[in-house]
């Protein structure tokens, strides 16, 4: 099994030429899409995809690719670093992960206990050649994730290269300051729901039970001094609150999740990921 | 084989993560994606395509998941209602259907012959533990779908349930009144063309052959007392008429429908689903 | 194995039922989708998508559906063509075309040697009857495809005809003129990036090097006499530039294109598929 995640969007050929190559490669392959529509270049949200669905794949290579650096040999003009091609070996056996090195397979590694063995791929004898310079997907991680399915080994489809020295992934902590709980937007969705950094078990450790109505505050001043703000309600699912009403709720990924009913929580409280969120009762 | 119909679209994970617990629970299992692009809650679009595509699909699990009820233990402030999560036979046999008992099975199960037995899927001992509250999908109807497919029978599944207290979904009828064809709109898609509950079997009783004019109207008065309206060519195809023409055919699912080349019936008539249109020789 | 690209989109059971077909009539069939994202009656974007594929598919029947003409049996008051249906052989072998025929496997039968023998499909006794007005993909293109793939001969599903009068897609050529290089707009995507008709070998017959400045010029006046242009740099990626800055390189297909970082380069230049740029060393 090769499980595939992009964010290659499903307008072009892309991902349909990398089932080519995989096809090709190893015709028993069976691969499963887990989603292309990771918002373009966006790392932070390709990786907590790729964790979220890990836990309900089956033993797989997983094949992720979303990769600003791509061909690049030095930082670009907007400071987009360079970025090695890897594949690496996690503690959890029979689990593969091959994709750019630049934060995106972190998240996955750390829930399969660590990447314990890692191999620079840029190189690979799989790679087809000339590989270009904007689409390793096809050219470098594809083959290389098919050789890895038909049953090569990691020593065999690049160099060995530290597993200690890969790109790792930083997530900010949600953490209970003076009675309150400070979060982090980690996803703003197109609905303009909000992903946070928090569970359910750190709001429970406020005292705050499922029905509750809760402050959200935007951490920081605006110009002139106000904070975007919201009353919302702390339910189990979007049901919980009339339409334009905010609700906090557990969502499948089990995170905490801010949705408003027919409307943008994002807009609402005027955040982008990274923005810093206080929840506290009021 | 698995067929899979839902409103979950492509940018997220969702659709992937439910492919991974099927091939985690039923490794053999061909799955066949009919759409995740069903208008997201639209029960009546989503029961629509599926009844649309069951005649072209091989036995299977029919998977199909549009519900906005999921997680509700009572009927949400919007008034939306708390459902039970269903697997059902129909009177075709070699054929199962699973998903919410909210009326998206509805017209599949007519299609093939009526629901002869249903069991509750709820508490499945075939659910992944816990249940979320937003993600039956993945934690209830997927694994279902693949117990079904690797062979498990309805009673292994879940309770026994009464088909006959399953949610049905009332589809308007067309009928001739005064000369006239009254139809309704069942869809709106993207492009604003209309699905209509009519069959060019009901236009040919009343005597409308190929290449005539047909007067289309609103049947209901706008303020003002003006009803929308426009004249249509009954043709076969789009083609038929020059840019910005409406044009009456049969689509590809056998009901009538209305386009407009290059622009949107929907917004030349003003109609939303639900609304009446009458069709009438001038 | 059975490839399959369309402009049929993602938001409709269009995909599913054709998948259906084929899982019915060869359910040994491994289909790969290339893309169902071609722009909506685009046969040029197709049959470019086609052809950039194809040299990383396997050996197999390529299933392709861009069809404005469908079920037309004159031209359309829009100019629009009616069209044959075919199954075509080309040069190589283990391959095989199946689509409309209006240009869109013109490319692709180019790449694989030319057309040798061709069937008109419009009739197989492998298609769905009643055969629809608007879904020969369903009714006609996949069962003759799945009847390929599972080993049946041209000869029997359709008509033999001439490979000498299939329709053909010429595209524009690229050509030096005064020192410099008149190219033409093939594709204009979502983000306006440009793909142009021109090689890299082209470049560097002007003596262009990588990091050259280029100025790139539209081949028409505009009314008042001005032409839109713009500088651009020679390079690898996206990245080689600033924000808002031009960079012309070398594409995955290896064809030249043109895109502006995060902005059009289509709105820069005001094209459209088909103009002609013109690029010079300043």
Known sequence: VITFLSDFGCDDEFVGVCHG????????AHVIDITHGVPRHDIRAG???LRAALDYLPAAVHLAVVDP?????QPSAQGVAARRA???APATPDQLLVGPDNGLLWLAAEQLGGARRAADIAR???????????FHGRDVFAPVAAALACGKALEDVGEPIDAEGLCRLELPHAHVR???LCTHVLVVDRYGNLTLDASAEQLAELGVVR??????LHAEDRAGGERASTVAVYGRTFGDAPAGAAVLHEDSRRMLALAVNRASAA???RVAPGDELIVRAP
């Open 267 to 269: 807009a609402l409280l």
């Open 47 to 49: 990786a907590l995809m």
């Open 21 to 28: 190559v995989i096809a090709k490669r190893c015709p028993g």
């Open 178 to 180: 003076d009675g309150a």
């Open 211 to 216: 029905g509750a109505e809760l402050e959200l």
């Open 86 to 88: 890897i594949a690496l």
């Open 69 to 73: 650096g791509v061909g690049m040999e």
């Open 124 to 134: 690979s004898p799989e790679r087809l050649e000339p590989v270009s310079a904007t």
